[in-house]
């Protein structure tokens, strides 16, 4: 399935927002975030235990 206009410019949105946003992938989905946005990492909100990833 191709991405939108409208699909990326709401992803652009979301991440300008500083929210997440799922990248789909073959396997396993990611998480995306503005990585200038510090409120926009998992880790920054303390709102949970953050743990390194499971590879």
Known sequence: MMATTSDIENVA??????GLVALPTETVY???ANA???AASPASS???DVR????
């Open 36 to 38: 200038e946005d510090p």
């Open 46 to 48: 303390g709102s949970r």
């Open 30 to 32: 990611g998480l995306g």
């Open 52 to 55: 390194p990833p499971t590879l």
């Open 13 to 18: 949105r979301v991440l300008r927002g500083g």
